[in-house]
Structures are given as structure tokens and as C-alpha cells.
């Protein structure tokens, strides 16, 4: 069974610096993909990055990166700059598969982070 | 705006009576998915739907069905409700492309059982 670990509940960074959320998962499938959104108190979702197990370099979006270690199964979403918008909840998953393939997702329990002014 | 719509914004049933809620995905996404966030379950993937098919199943109840229309709009019904239903249910809509892939979020439905 799929599993994402997310050992950080909570995170705090200065304004302005960089920032690592930690996720980890746990799979026996070869192709799959790895997701991260941002929720903020307003509720809603916000889709970040997205990085499929075969893909060689890491994936970016603008301020975010995901530091894929396939050996060590991480996934970790780095903060580049961190904005006070940035202050959110923020959710690792992982689904099974890949493009049109793409199947069953699991999510971690999510890491808050706070950024101060 | 994602471009996806949820209706409605907030629900409020009793237990014991069915509820649909329904979601309009980005126009030319052909995937669709529903998610369950409730604080003692977190976020939960329920079911994916993919140009009409269903394509993945997650932790969605018997008493729970979804289906994707021809116009690839997609509901979901909950009947049977219980106190523990109450969640925040999104929808979201997406191409998936091998290699990439950017999903879009509705602004959710929030249920409220009582």
C-alpha cells in the first residue's frame, strides 16, 4: 500500500529565506507520480508542483522545486524567498501511475508553515 | 479562479437524507477527481473520473457514487448520511500528460450534517 509521510507538523522561516518541507512515501510501483498543494486558512486548494518517478531533474515552478531522491523515496518541496503569503498548510501525495495511466492518490497529513514578517 | 466550479458552497442535511453535489471541470480537461478533507480523516482521495470512465477508485463509501457525464461535468451523491460525512469536498480537473501534469481545484463544497 502507498504511503506518504510527512514528519512536520508545523515550520517556521523568516521572511525572505528559504524553506524545506520533508516528505517521504513509500511505494513498490515503478511509475508514479508526486504531488504538492498549498492550502491556505481561506480553505482552498492551490495545485504547486508535480514530479513523475522517471523524470531525471527535479521538478520547478517559479519559487518552488521539489528535491525528488528516488533511492531515499523523498520528495521535498524547497521554498525559494519565502513570501508571509506563503504561510499555509501544504500536502504531499502521491498517485498511482502516470499521464492517462494515472490511478489511486494518497495524501500526507500535511505540514503548516509560518512565515514571519 | 481555477476555472472550476463547485455547487453548491455550503450544505446543510440532516442524517439519513442524500445529498449531490456537483463540479464543472476547466474547459478540455477530460480527468475529474473528488477529494474528502474532514479534520479526523485528513484528505482523502475518493474516485477519478477520465473522459467519462471511471478510471481509479480510492476510499469512497458504498453509500457514496459519482458519475462523469457527456458534457464531462461530474456529481457526486452521498446518501445515507451520518454525522462523520461532514467534510469539505473538492473537485478537481486536470490533462494528465505523460511527464506533467497541473490539476485545478474547485473552491470546494462544505457539508454539514446534522
Known amino acids: 500500500a502507498q504511503k506518504i509521510t510527512q514528519t512536520q507538523p508545523g515550520m517556521f522561516v523568516q521572511e525572505k529565506e528559504a524553506v524545506t518541507l520533508d516528505c517521504t512515501y513509500d511505494?513498490?510501483?515503478?511509475?508514479?507520480?508526486l504531488f504538492w498543494y498549498k492550502q491556505p486558512s481561506s480553505g482552498e486548494m492551490i495545485f504547486l508542483i508535480y514530479q513523475g518517478s522517471y523524470d531525471e531533474q527535479n521538478a520547478t515552478e517559479g519559487r518552488y522545486s521539489l528535491n525528488f531522491q528516488k533511492a531515499r523515496k523523498s520528495a521535498n518541496l524547497v521554498i525559494s524567498a519565502s513570501q508571509l503569503g506563503d504561510s499555509a498548510m501544504y500536502f504531499c501525495a502521491m498517485r498511482e501511475g502516470q499521464g492517462t495511466n494515472a490511478g489511486k492518490s494518497t495524501f500526507g497529513d500535511g505540514t503548516t508553515l509560518t512565515v514571519k514578517p | 479562479d481555477s476555472g472550476v466550479t463547485q455547487t453548491p458552497k455550503h450544505l446543510i442535511t440532516a442524517t439519513g437524507q442524500r445529498v449531490t453535489l456537483r463540479c464543472s471541470p476547466r474547459?478540455?480537461?477530460?480527468?475529474v477527481y473528488w477529494y474528502q478533507q474532514s479534520l479526523d480523516q485528513g484528505l482523502q482521495f475518493l474516485i477519478q473520473y477520465y473522459n467519462g470512465e471511471e478510471r481509479a477508485k480510492g476510499n469512497i463509501l458504498e453509500r457514496f457514487s459519482a458519475q462523469q457525464f457527456p458534457d464531462l461535468h461530474s456529481e457526486l451523491n452521498l446518501s445515507s448520511l451520518e454525522l462523520g460525512d461532514s467534510a469539505l469536498y473538492f473537485c478537481?480537473?486536470?490533462?494528465?500528460?505523460?511527464?506533467?501534469?497541473?490539476?485545478?481545484f474547485g473552491p470546494g463544497t462544505r457539508l454539514l450534517v446534522l
Open positions: 474547459s478540455g480537461d477530460l480527468s
Open positions: 511505494t513498490s510501483d515503478q511509475s508514479y507520480g
Open positions: 478537481a480537473s486536470s490533462v494528465p500528460r505523460d511527464g506533467a501534469e497541473t490539476q485545478y
